[in-house]
């Protein structure tokens, strides 16, 4: 892979809860904000997974993200499954399409996440959306979120929370301070990263309205983990975004700032939860793993007598 994300810690957790041993193999070096491995890392990347290949432990390979598509295509011996995450599919840059493309012609099978990734791409595909651990994200009491986090506030002013690293240009940090400019409500706009995954649930139920203002994204599944929390979100239409919000309450996607600011006024006026957990299709971590696992079976042959062949062996999930 690229570089880790929970959402893909949890694929491999909920796989291996279901009998796959799953090897992870990571790409060399390391991403931060919008710099990226360079084309030497990824060199080093094709000889670790043809080391770690000469074992006869695995079924299949997993590639996720279509940049490491080509390394696992390059050994011929075993199924290859490739995920794309969407900005490896829809990059702005067209060679990075393009690869993301051909490994999808040429894998085994080729899983996307997004009703929005799948009308983009033309060869045959699986959609199974990423799943949200709807136990770690949920509903919790705005008094004691704030506690838990430190947050403190004047009783008048609302909190919209903008849960990316303010240097990030594609997350677009300078348009959402201007929204809460112009929204006609008293925001504080607040920030959050860097810290554990299992703390973002307080962060938003801390938070009044969620606020994405990006100008590209492959999800986000910060969107899905606020709608898990009953969070009202209002946000720029990329990704899924559109797909996932525009028929819950308290939500406004859109990519006019006129719309969006008020859209952030109108959802604070309101002040209501959403009702993102309820209709929120895809949102659970076992119907992905349990697709996965069916997926995986079907590309080696599994029959009801051979039901455990994924499960003795592995499967080596390239990142």
């Not at 929204?179 to 801390?206: F, K």
């Not at 899905?224 to 009202?232: G, R």
């Not at 793993?289 to 390239?318: F, M």
């Amino acid at each position: 892979m690229t570089t880790p994300r929970p959402f893909f810690d949890q694929q491999v957790s909920v796989l291996e809860d279901r009998g796959v041993d799953c090897t992870v193999v990571g790409v060399p070096g390391e991403h931060h904000g919008d710099s990226g491995r360079t084309p030497l890392d990824y060199a080093r990347f094709y000889p670790r997974i043809l080391a770690e290949l000469r074992s006869d432990d695995y079924d299949l390979v997993h590639a996720n993200y279509g940049l490491v598509a080509p390394f696992a295509l390059a050994q011929p011996t075993r199924p290859v499954v490739l995920t794309l995450w969407g900005t490896d599919l829809m990059a702005d840059q067209e060679w990075l399409q393009s690869i993301s493309r051909f490994g999808a012609r040429h894998a085994s099978a080729t899983v996307v996440p997004s009703p929005v990734m799948a009308r983009e791409l033309e060869t045959d595909h699986e959609l199974i959306p990423f799943g949200v651990d709807t136990e770690l994200f949920r509903p919790i009491p705005r008094e004691r979120a704030r506690e838990r986090v430190g947050w403190q506030t004047d009783g008048e002013r609302k909190i919209a929370l903008f849960p990316y690293d303010q240097s990030r240009s594609v997350k677009d940090f300078s348009r959402a301070k201007r929204l809460v400019e112009r929204a006609d409500a008293e925001i504080e706009l607040r920030t959050v990263s860097g810290v554990d995954h299992t703390e973002i649930p307080y962060y938003m139920n801390a938070s009044d309205v969620l606020l994405v203002t990006s100008k590209r994204e492959s999800g986000p599944m910060v969107v899905k983990e606020a709608a898990a929390c009953n969070l009202p979100i209002v946000s720029t239409d990329v990704g899924f975004v559109g797909d996932t919000i525009e028929h819950l309450s308290n939500c406004v996607v859109s990519d006019d700032d006129e719309e969006l600011a008020a859209g952030l006024t109108a959802t604070l006026e309101d002040g209501s939860p959403s009702d993102g957990r309820e209709r929120i299709d895809g949102l659970s971590l076992d119907a992905m793993g349990d697709r996965l696992v069916t997926l995986y079976e079907e590309l080696l042959g599994t029959t009801e007598s051979n039901e455990t062949a994924v499960s003795q062996r592995g499967v080596s999930r390239g990142i």
